[in-house]
């Protein structure tokens, strides 16, 4: 069924879809256009009505003070004033329920506002009869001042709803006006792109359609006019090529088999040059055939498409007239002819001129057309218009542009970025350096205070009174404490500095050997321990072995007095879904109020000092030894129910990944409750 179609048809149905295709596309532009307009034209309305409200409160507020001031003076120049004022009023009212027209809120307020007005105008009718009157009534005047004014208050507030209610409307009409603008500016773009497809489209069709198919019964043409009187002609492609081919072939048979159907194959191949003819007049593309000097001689319709110029300005006037006065000058026509017979062909793109004097930028081959005998009897110009996939390209390169400086600005702030990491990392070092020298430096002084101390209870104890030697104890028991902490915090300062050597470790076995060391603290206590099954990770089990140390202690201290301690140290699976394992140490000890569990891994931050004693600084190791493995560490209790710490040791804990923290940078340390 398709290869029985013809090529017009083919064409006319192709041109029919672009047409609906297009059509389509400008009844869409057409209806977005109406609706930007009739909402232009509201957003106008509103507008004026927003200007019609300002002056019917400057008209109402023009007749108030021609009644004050008649009031006062009794002078009927004031009422001259008031009734022109009562006329501008009317006026406005008129004008704005037609601009408002449609808008029920600022309409209803309208409404409202006349019937305020007539209120009012009803109290002011009486006051003025009363001024006219000339009876002194003071109780009746102040009675009505008071009414009179609580009656324009009124207006005033209607008048003030109806001005915010019309200045909502326009705002709302400005956004669907905005809308409406979007709505256009893309249906234009969409129109330009459905424009380029369908170009593309029709020139893939005349492609292969036509000069596929014709190239090869051309190709083959030329072999037989060569000599080669066996080369058979094809007869694919649309019906007229394929009758084309067979019929220029079945010639050939008649020359070869008999010299009397030279005749009969001559008008065949009269008959498919007029149907090759009326086939080029179908193509989209131009074709002009030039003769050796440049004169048109032949001329499709699409060349008169595409230029606007009619067969009878082109036969027979020189193809330089068509050209730019820049390519004239440079004898552009020359140098692509002489190209041409140098090459066999010759492509150009470049501006032309159409017969109303626009331009277009073509794309145009030029072949030398040759005898049988390989002279040059012309040239064929093949003229395609690709303006809108120029148009296309050069949008492509502006759009590269902009693309390539964005990604300048991004590569700028990243190395930024990276720059301030590297002065945070600088800045933490120093800050360590300095801690632990100062602390490094303390112990000296700590150590003599304490030593002097002690002699003077040993040595002079019979000389001092109680009072002298509890000071003296209090002394040396501080300076105990002191280098305690110093001691604390020096270990605290290596953790950033010393190596992380992370090896396969049993979690199992490191924990037994940080309880075993924990003997001494716990000798006085009758404590119950279960330590789960732990699993086996990749950690560095003397920092590890610390950390248990820690938060088995901190169980231990936190939970004296109860009976028995219960400990125990178990494993599972993180709850955010990072599938790591997690290890938990819970205690059935004091406990502490969540409300206060962001102290907790902080430096010398302690929940518990006057009943405790500690420096505040184990579970801020343990913070730091989880976080050199890249792991995060929490806390979850409640006040006399214990507590349970638990921590991860990061994603390349688990045998088999690479993960790695780099140096310098901590880990995120939660604590939930």
């Known amino acids: 069924m398709h290869e029985s179609l013809s090529v017009r048809r083919r064409f006319q149905a192709a041109f029919g879809f672009a047409v609906l295709a297009l059509a389509f596309t400008a009844?869409?532009?057409?209806?977005?256009?109406?609706?930007?307009?009739?909402?232009?034209?509201?957003?106008?309305?509103?507008?004026?009505?927003?200007?019609?409200?300002?002056?019917?409160?400057?008209?109402?507020?023009?007749?108030?003070?021609?009644?004050?001031?008649?009031?006062?003076?009794?002078?009927?120049?004031?009422?001259?004033q008031y009734a022109t004022g009562a006329s501008d009023e009317r006026a406005e009212v008129t004008q704005l329920r037609t601009r408002l027209d449609g808008y029920r809120r600022p309409m209803s307020d309208l409404d409202a506002v006349v019937a305020a007005s007539a209120a009012w105008r009803g109290a002011v009718q009486r006051d003025i009869a009363a001024q006219r009157s000339g009876q002194p009534d003071p109780d009746g005047d102040r009675v009505r001042g008071e009414q009179h004014k609580r009656l324009f208050d009124a207006l005033d507030a209607r008048v003030e709803t109806l001005e915010i209610d019309t200045n909502t409307d326009l705002n709302a009409g400005r956004r669907s006006y905005d809308y409406a603008v979007a709505c256009v500016t893309r249906m234009l773009y969409i129109s330009v792109a459905v424009a380029g497809v369908l170009l593309g489209v029709l020139l893939l069709l005349v492609r292969r359609w036509v000069l596929v198919p014709l190239g090869r019964i051309s190709s083959a043409v030329r072999a037989v006019s060569g000599g080669a009187l066996d080369t058979p002609i094809p007869g694919a492609g649309p019906p007229e090529l394929a009758r084309l081919g067979n019929d220029v072939d079945a010639m050939r048979v008649r020359?070869?088999?008999?010299?009397?159907?030279?005749?009969?194959?001559?008008?065949?191949?009269?008959?498919?040059?007029?149907?090759?003819?009326?086939?080029?007049g179908s193509v989209r593309d131009g074709i002009l055939r030039l003769d050796r000097d440049g004169n048109v001689t032949a001329y499709s319709a699409g060349f008169e498409r595409i230029t606007g110029y009619p067969a009878s300005e082109m036969v027979g006037r020189n193809a330089r007239d068509f050209t730019t006065p820049d390519e004239q000058e440079n004898h552009h026509l020359d140098r692509v002819l002489a190209e041409a017979m140098a090459k066999g062909t010759a492509e150009r793109q470049s501006w032309r001129r159409r017969a109303d004097g626009s331009r277009f930028m073509a794309n145009s081959v030029t072949t030398p057309i040759r005898d049988a005998d390989?002279?040059?009897?012309?040239?064929?110009?093949?003229?395609?218009?690709?303006?809108?996939?120029?148009?296309?390209?050069?949008?492509?390169?502006?759009?590269?542009?902009?693309?390539?400086?964005?990604?300048?600005?991004?590569?700028?702030?990243?190395?930024?970025?990276?720059?301030s990491n590297r002065a945070l990392v600088a800045a933490n070092r120093e800050l360590e350096a300095f801690s632990y020298s100062v602390s490094h430096d303390l112990r000296a002084p700590l150590r003599a205070i304490h030593g002097f101390t002690r002699i003077l209870v040993e040595e002079h104890r019979p000389s001092l009174d109680d009072k002298a030697t509890d000071y003296l104890d209090r002394v040396a028991g501080?300076?105990?404490?002191?280098?305690?902490?110093?001691?604390?915090?020096?270990?605290?300062?290596?953790?950033r500095r010393s190596t992380l050597s992370k090896t396969s470790t049993s979690l199992t076995e490191v924990a037994r050997s940080a309880w075993d060391e924990l003997a001494p603290m716990r000798a006085d206590q009758k404590v119950a321990l279960r330590i789960a099954e732990l699993p086996t990770l990749m950690a560095d089990p003397r920092l590890l072995k610390q950390v248990f140390v820690n938060l088995l202690g901190?169980?231990?201290?936190?939970?004296?007095?109860?009976?028995?301690?219960?400990?125990?140290?178990?494993?599972?699976?993180?709850?955010?879904?990072?599938?790591?394992?997690?290890i938990t140490v819970r205690d059935n000890g004091i406990g502490f109020d969540p409300e206060h569990a962001d102290r907790?891994?902080?430096?010398f931050k302690r929940l518990?000092?006057?009943?405790?004693?500690?420096?505040?600084?184990?579970?801020?190791?343990?913070?730091?030894?989880?976080?050199?493995?890249?792991?995060?560490?929490?806390?979850?209790?409640?006040?006399?129910?214990?507590?349970?710490?638990?921590?991860?040791?990061?994603?390349?804990?688990?045998?088999?990944?690479?993960?790695?923290?780099?140096?310098?940078?901590?880990?995120?340390?939660?604590?939930?409750a």
């Not at 070869?256 to 009326?278: K, T, V, Y």
């Not at 501080?478 to 953790?495: E, G, H, P, W, Y």
């Open 27 to 80: 009844f869409v532009n057409v209806q977005a256009n109406r609706q930007r307009a009739d909402t232009m034209n509201r957003v106008q309305s509103l507008r004026m009505a927003q200007n019609g409200t300002q002056e019917l409160f400057e008209a109402l507020v023009v007749q108030e003070s021609a009644v004050q001031g008649f009031l006062a003076t009794g002078h009927e120049y004031y009422l001259q």
């Open 255 to 280: 020359v070869l088999s008999e010299g009397e159907a030279a005749l009969r194959a001559n008008a065949a191949l009269a008959e498919a040059e007029e149907e090759l003819r009326l086939l080029v």
């Open 374 to 419: 390989g002279e040059i009897q012309g040239f064929a110009v093949v003229t395609r218009d690709v303006t809108a996939m120029w148009e296309a390209e050069q949008a492509l390169a502006v759009a590269n542009v902009h693309l390539a400086d964005r990604a300048q600005e991004l590569e700028r702030t990243n190395e930024l970025l990276h720059e």
């Open 478 to 495: 501080n300076a105990v404490r002191m280098s305690t902490l110093i001691d604390d915090l020096l270990a605290f300062s290596k953790l």
């Open 554 to 582: 901190n169980a231990l201290k936190f939970s004296a007095g109860r009976e028995p301690v219960s400990i125990v140290i178990e494993s599972g699976t993180d709850p955010e879904g990072t599938g790591q394992p997690v």
């Open 600 to 603: 907790l891994f902080g430096v």
């Open 608 to 672: 518990h000092a006057d009943d405790y004693e500690g420096t505040g600084i184990g579970l801020s190791i343990v913070a730091r030894i989880v976080a050199r493995h890249g792991g995060r560490v929490w806390a979850c209790a409640k006040p006399g129910e214990g507590a349970s710490f638990s921590f991860t040791l990061g994603p390349d804990s688990v045998p088999g990944t690479s993960i790695q923290v780099p140096d310098g940078v901590d880990a995120v340390i939660d604590v939930g």
